[in-house]
Structure formats: structure tokens, C-alpha cells
């Protein structure tokens, strides 16, 4: 299974940005897709999860601005990231979990002015 994210860069506090995670090797729908992050010095953290029926679930820290979605037809899943503060920023890890557990290798969000 390869996990392939895209969709990181820079962006001012309040900006937004969509992260992608593109799959491939895989039965794709099957898949409990996650995105996680980890921030210099800090612990990798839960962002969201959605199942392969479509339920989501999301940190406190970034409900109501985060939205975690999958196109199955697409093998892909997106987080769009609306109102981003500074304490965003991190490497964002795309997840995969089934039988086994398979990360992507990141991508770097900065929210800073």
C-alpha cells in the first residue's frame, strides 16, 4: 500500500488549504483513512478519521474547521482546512488501517504572516 500526500505549503493565519492523500496497492474502500500530525517537538496527534461507510470523527482542536472526506471512486481522501491559526502548523501524515497499518510520508503545513 503507498500513501501519497500533496496539498501542504504555506498560508497566513485564517487562510485555508486541502490536503489529499491518493492510495494505491490497495482495496481502497476497505479503509479506515486518518490524517495526523506532528509539530517540531511535539507528539504525532490525532486530526480525523473517517471509516470506509463515511463516519468522521475529529480532535477538538480542529472541529468546525476541518472536514476529513473521501472519494472511494478516486482512491483518495482530502482534509479541507478552513480558518488555519499558527498552532496548525505541523507535518500532516496521511493513515490507512485494515488488516495492517500504512502511513504516507507527509506533507508540511505552515500557518504563519
Known amino acids: 500500500v503507498q500513501l501519497v500526500e500533496s496539498g501542504g505549503g504555506l498560508v497566513q493565519p485564517g487562510g485555508s488549504l486541502r490536503l489529499s492523500c491518493a492510495a494505491s496497492g490497495t482495496i481502497f474502500s476497505l479503509y479506515t483513512m486518518g490524517w495526523y500530525r506532528q509539530a517540531p517537538g511535539k507528539q504525532r496527534e490525532l486530526v480525523a478519521t473517517i471509516t470506509s461507510g463515511g463516519n468522521t470523527n475529529y480532535a477538538d482542536s480542529v472541529k468546525g474547521r476541518f472536514t476529513i472526506s473521501r472519494d472511494n471512486g478516486k482512491n483518495t481522501m482530502y482534509l479541507r482546512m478552513n480558518s488555519l491559526k499558527p498552532e496548525d502548523t505541523a507535518v500532516y501524515y496521511c493513515?490507512?488501517?485494515?488488516?495492517?497499518?500504512?502511513w504516507g510520508q507527509g506533507t508540511q503545513v505552515t500557518v504563519s504572516s
Open positions: 493513515n490507512a488501517q485494515y488488516s495492517m497499518i500504512y
